[in-house]
């Protein structure tokens, strides 16, 4: 094999370590029991309030099936999705607000400080889309989490995928 091929296949391998670890955050983070892709099955179980399903829709931007959970007494707001409209789903996002208690992985929840998830997520900000005093992006925008302060504090947390 020449350098030249040599370069090529490393450069490839590389290229692609990156692109998997762009979206690292995205698949290991969890919310309270919640995680991103887990079946809708398990999150049913999971959430202990009263669930309001809307709709089954076809989005365009994915062509997939989404529903919307809602559980306004536990401060949770799910994107449900599936490949066909009566197929298996799966989580897409989670939203989090009051009065929620639960909190990510690495112990962040409504109400925590701008300083504590600096502390906790800021070596995956991403610089670009996150803005002091109005929201972190840790991962990426196209999947991983989004945090929205109103005075240094959190106000809502997102996971999953808030730009495609």
């Given amino acids: 094999m020449n350098t030249t091929r040599i370069a090529a296949l490393f450069l490839a391998i590389l290229l692609n370590s990156a692109a998997a670890d762009e979206f690292a955050l995205l698949k290991e983070e969890r919310i309270g029991p919640l995680r991103f892709n887990q079946p809708a099955a398990e999150a049913k179980r999971l959430v202990t309030c009263p669930v309001q399903r809307g709709p089954v829709e076809l989005w365009g931007a994915d062509g997939d099936y989404h529903q ?51 502390a906790a997520y800021g070596r995956d900000r991403e610089k670009e889309t996150s803005v002091s005093g109005q929201r972190l992006v840790a991962g990426a925008l196209y999947g991983g989490l989004v945090f929205t302060f109103h005075q240094g504090r959190v106000t809502r947390i997102f996971l999953g995928a808030a730009a495609e």
């Fill in 68 to 118: 919307a959970w809602t559980a306004p007494a536990c401060g949770l707001t799910l994107d449900v999705g599936a490949a066909k409209s009566a197929g298996p789903q799966t989580i897409r996002a989670i939203t989090l607000t009051r009065p929620s208690s639960w909190k990510t992985r690495r112990g962040i929840g409504i109400g925590s400080t701008e300083r504590e998830v600096m």
